[in-house]
Every structure is written in structure tokens, then in C-alpha cells.
């Protein structure tokens, strides 16, 4: 488990919980299986409605990650992005998930957003 808390960082947990990625700049590192298999336990274990993802640093998301969000919306867990990086915001964009998350874009964050 010590692996998967390197991978996934909660900030926050209850019917709102906060995910983050310690800053990392790529996710191509992370094991999405992993990663799943955490952020389930975590939904479970904390009656979780809403996932949010804190996306600080990241610049670059894999599609498994995409997917990820994806199969999380099936579930009707609402999900919610912080932060994203204009190519993430553009990622998403082109995937359409911007129509079915929320983005937001935090003071502050480095990422040229508003």
C-alpha cells in the first residue's frame, strides 16, 4: 500500500475527496490499476459523491487516467478537476469531458488559467 500512497495523495476525505499527484509533472508513471483499485477503497470507505482531482504540476495526463475519470462518471461519482494545465484543459477538451466534469482553476496555480 506504502507504493500506492507515493502514487495518490489524499488531501481531503468524506462525500468530497481531494486527490492529488505530489506534483508530478507526468502521470505516465502511475499504474492505473493501482490507482483504480485505491480511489475505489478510498469512494467506499468514505461514502465519497464527489472526486476531486488536484492536477497542480501535471502537465501531461495519460489516457488510462483518462478512462479512469470516465469509468468514475459511469459510477455517478461527480468529478471535479483543480488546477488543470491549459494542455490538460485541452486534453480534456477534445475528449469531451468538459462537458461532464468541473473545472476549476485556482489562484495562484502557475498554470496561466483563470
Known amino acids: 500500500m506504502s507504493g500506492q500512497q507515493e502514487m495518490l495523495q489524499v488531501y481531503q476525505g468524506g462525500e468530497l475527496t481531494v486527490v492529488g499527484f505530489g506534483g508530478r509533472e507526468i502521470l505516465g508513471q502511475i499504474d492505473i490499476t493501482k490507482c483504480r483499485s485505491q480511489l475505489l477503497e478510498l469512494i467506499k470507505n468514505n461514502g465519497t459523491k464527489t472526486l476531486a482531482f488536484d492536477l497542480r504540476g501535471v502537465k501531461l495526463l495519460p489516457s488510462g487516467m483518462l478512462g479512469l475519470m470516465a469509468s468514475l462518471l459511469k459510477m455517478k461519482i ?26 476549476h482553476d485556482l489562484e495562484g496555480d502557475g498554470n496561466g488559467t483563470t
Open 78 to 103: 461527480a468529478i471535479h478537476v483543480y488546477s488543470p494545465s491549459n494542455d490538460v484543459r485541452e486534453v480534456l477538451k477534445v475528449t469531451g469531458l468538459t462537458k461532464v466534469i468541473t473545472i
